[in-house]
């Protein structure tokens, strides 16, 4: 099976939670090393997933949550 970028895309969440098999880890790695658009987006999920796991743990400041309520849509 070749990685293309529709199988790196359904392949990317996998690969970054490291829980595809040793082939498909050796194919997503091929695809990223010779498609730029693909590792692109790689690296951009890597740096989303770095940012949410900062963003749990850093206490948000009062202002920012006041600003942010009142962005809400009324429900």
């Known amino acids: 099976m070749s990685c293309g970028c529709g199988d790196c895309e359904k392949m990317m969440q996998p690969y970054l939670d490291g829980v595809l098999s040793d082939e498909q880890v050796r194919e997503a790695q091929a695809h990223l090393a010779d498609c730029p658009g693909c590792e692109k987006r790689y690296r951009f999920e890597v740096s ?4 949410v ?3 749990v743990y850093e206490e948000m400041a009062p202002e920012l949550k006041v600003k942010l309520s009142s962005l809400r849509a009324p429900g």
């Open 48 to 51: 989303l997933r770095r940012f």
């Open 53 to 55: 796991r900062v963003a």
